[in-house]
């Protein structure tokens, strides 16, 4: 089924209108991630295996740090995208955790900054960001 955004739902000239069409551009961005229904009814397999929270979590980060605009929005999409396109999410997920302690600081942030191995996994989603960075900005 698809989701029509008419004039029975627009928002404009009410209160909190324009915070309603951000979280409706971005709840149709997400919805665009979500695999169509193949034939015979069963569903296509995904690209992907990444939850639409993750993909939520990182268009919000995104467009904290690129403004929040429709462009912004689109590119920020367009990025987690090709991110999940290239690392899976199990990978992604690991490296997420590994920059999460790193930021804590402390002694056991230390083991999460000098280990090879995991140094590796943050290098791996890193250069996955810059290949969505050359492709969507």
């Known amino acids: 089924p698809e989701i029509r955004w008419g004039p029975a739902m627009s ?3 009410t209160r909190g209108g324009r915070q309603r069409r951000f979280l409706a551009a971005l709840a149709g961005a997400l919805l665009a991630t979500i ?3 193949g034939n015979g009814g069963a569903a296509e397999t995904p690209v992907n295996d990444y939850p639409t929270v993750a993909r ?4 919000f980060g995104c467009m904290a740090a690129n403004g929040q605009t429709r462009t912004a929005l689109e590119k920020c999409s367009c990025s987690i995208d090709v991110i999940a396109s290239v690392l ?3 990978a992604y997920e690991e490296a997420e955790t590994i920059m999460s302690v790193r930021q804590r600081g402390g002694q056991n942030a230390s083991m999460f900054i000098s280990m090879p191995l ?3 996994k943050v290098a791996r989603l ?3 960001q810059i290949e969505g960075e050359l492709r969507c900005f």
């Open 56 to 59: 939520a979590d990182y268009i």
């Open 35 to 37: 695999p169509a229904a």
């Open 118 to 120: 995991l140094r590796e």
């Open 88 to 90: 899976p999410y199990k």
């Open 126 to 128: 890193k250069r996955a």
């Open 11 to 13: 928002t404009v000239g």
